[in-house]
Nanobody, 127 residues
Framework: QLQLVESGGGLVQPGDSLRLSCTTS????????VGWFRQAPGKEREGVSC????????FYAESVEGRFWITKDNGKNTVYLQMNDLKPQDTGVYYC????????????????????WGQGTQVTVSS
């Protein structure tokens, strides 16, 4: 059973930066895809960004492209989400997500593509 542990959330002001971390219980190279979703109060969970571990392939939601960056450190079994120029609409609980089996679509395109979830970390952007 793959386990995902997130960290790095917090309360920041608009324009600030945060870096989220997701550490996997299995080697990153054994996980087909890892990504991030977020859920604001009263809204559905939406994909933010994801990557395919063995390929140089990353994906971003249009709302975060150019501000957020997803990277991985194989030695630490950790995937990072660097979030810059944060906006109030970025507020929500951010969940790490993963899939072991190959799929043609990016896992951050739909919650149905995800097999494993982390517990979530709160990000609040407010002045």
């Amino acid at each position: 059973q793959l386990q995902l542990v997130e960290s790095g959330g917090g309360l920041v002001q608009p324009g600030d930066s945060l870096r989220l971390s997701c550490t996997t219980s299995e080697p990153i190279s054994d996980v087909y895809a890892v990504g991030w979703f977020r859920q604001a109060p009263g809204k559905e969970r939406e994909g933010v960004s994801c990557l395919r571990s063995r390929l140089e392939a990353t994906f971003y939601a249009e709302s975060v492209e150019g501000r957020f960056w997803i990277t991985k450190d194989n030695g630490k079994n950790t995937v990072y989400l660097q979030m810059n120029d944060l906006k109030p609409q970025d507020t929500g609980v951010y969940y790490c997500a993963a899939r072991l089996r190959q799929i043609s679509e990016p896992i951050c395109a739909n919650v149905r593509f995800v097999d494993y979830w982390g517990q979530g970390t709160q990000v609040t952007v407010s002045s």
